[in-house]
């Protein structure tokens, strides 16, 4: 027998089996709870008890691929060695080589610590990225090399981010609001570990320093890596010359050079019973 109108009409169809219902934006407070239930309770079934996040540039290139960038751009401008585009291209490509060693301290990071906390069944301090490429390819290649678990909070956004191959497939995660993704970063996690990075890095750091500053948050280290870097993207000492922070808020977060030593000061911090 043919559907008749009634059973045809969007009205007769469930409400929960209705995507066009679902998007509309009164449902925006029903979407935010399972936007938060969903990823949760998949934490939960894979015994996810901790974790450490992972923060840094989507566009550090490991360090062969950016001597092939450099090498392209110094080409290119070979052709053109007045364009001030292509000069411009390939100082940054030479910046982005300085930068690439940090590709493989954040591999090594997550294969340091997800060796040290992913082993008899336990899940503690499991590596979370943002789950895109650059450092965070690097943090989750890092667990995969040692056949860890690790997390991949992936956003939608107008360009379209593809997760990458090293996130363990079961915790690989697609948000819509940066809301819900922030509170799952940091949900969980014992500490913060910043690598180079843009506007995003800057984001996710910022608020977490502001959260441990007010107390909404305790417990999270921060570890910034590359000493150098940093003072010299951020002059911490200014907001304190201003009066615009305390000088006891520049210890919320330390300097590390390595992933061994981001790693010894995170289980220094928290003296968990962790094999370092």
């Given at each position: 027998?043919?559907?008749?109108?009634?059973?045809?009409?969007?009205?007769?169809?469930?409400?929960?089996?209705?995507?066009?219902?679902?998007?509309?934006?009164?449902?925006?407070?029903?979407?935010?709870?399972?936007?938060?239930?969903?990823?949760?309770?998949?934490?939960?079934?894979?015994?996810?008890?901790?974790?450490?996040?992972?923060?840094?540039?989507?566009?550090?290139?490991?360090?062969?691929?950016?001597?092939?960038?450099?090498?392209?751009?110094e080409?290119?401008?070979?052709?053109?060695?007045?364009?001030?585009?292509?000069?411009?291209?390939?100082?940054?490509?030479?910046?982005?080589?300085?930068?690439?060693?940090?590709?493989?301290?954040?591999?090594?990071?997550?294969?340091?610590?997800?060796s040290?906390?992913?082993?008899?069944?336990r899940?503690?301090y499991?590596?979370?990225?943002?789950?895109?490429?650059?450092?965070?390819?690097?943090?989750?290649?890092?667990?995969?090399?040692?056949?860890?678990?690790?997390?991949?909070?992936?956003?939608?956004?107008?360009?379209?981010?593809?997760p990458?191959?090293?996130?363990?497939?079961?915790?690989?995660?697609?948000?819509?609001?940066?809301?819900?993704?922030?509170?799952?970063?940091?949900?969980?996690?014992?500490?913060?570990?910043?690598?180079?990075?843009?506007?995003?890095?800057?984001d996710?750091?910022?608020?977490?320093?502001?959260?441990?500053?007010?107390?909404?948050?305790?417990?999270?280290?921060?570890?910034?890596?590359?000493?150098?870097?940093?003072?010299?993207?951020i002059?911490?000492?200014?907001?304190?010359?201003?009066?615009?922070?305390?000088?006891?808020?520049?210890?919320?977060?330390?300097?590390?050079?390595?992933?061994?030593?981001?790693?010894?000061?995170?289980?220094?911090?928290?003296?968990?019973?962790?094999?370092?």
């Open positions: 027998m043919s559907d008749s109108p009634q059973s045809s009409s969007s009205a007769y169809t469930r409400a929960d089996s209705d995507p066009a219902f679902l998007q509309r934006d009164e449902l925006r407070a029903a979407r935010l709870q399972l936007e938060w239930l969903k990823s949760e309770l998949i934490h939960q079934e894979e015994g996810i008890e901790s974790t450490i996040v992972v923060f840094g540039s989507a566009r550090l290139l490991e360090p062969a691929a950016a001597q092939d960038k450099l090498q392209q751009a080409l290119e401008l070979t052709h053109s060695p007045n364009d001030p585009e292509k000069t411009r291209a390939v100082q940054i490509a030479k910046n982005q080589l300085s930068l690439a060693p940090y590709y493989n301290e954040a591999r090594e990071f997550g294969r340091l610590v997800s040290a906390c992913q082993f008899d069944g899940c503690e499991v590596v979370v990225t943002g789950g895109g490429p650059g450092i965070m390819e690097a943090g989750n290649r890092g667990a995969a090399d040692v056949g860890a678990k690790s997390i991949g909070l992936n956003v939608d956004l107008p360009f379209e981010q593809m990458n191959s090293y996130i363990t497939p079961s915790l690989c995660f697609k948000f819509r609001y940066f809301a819900l993704r922030k509170m799952h970063f940091l949900y969980r996690a014992k500490a913060l570990v910043v690598f180079p990075g843009g506007f995003g890095t800057m996710e750091l910022f608020e977490t320093l502001t959260l441990l500053q007010t107390g909404k948050v305790q417990d999270v280290s921060v570890v910034l890596i590359g000493k150098a870097y940093w003072e010299d993207l002059n911490w000492k200014k907001f304190v010359e201003f009066g615009l922070i305390s000088p006891r808020d520049l210890s919320l977060f330390h300097y590390a050079e390595t992933a061994r030593e981001a790693w010894e000061i995170i289980v220094q911090e928290h003296h968990e019973g962790t094999d370092s």
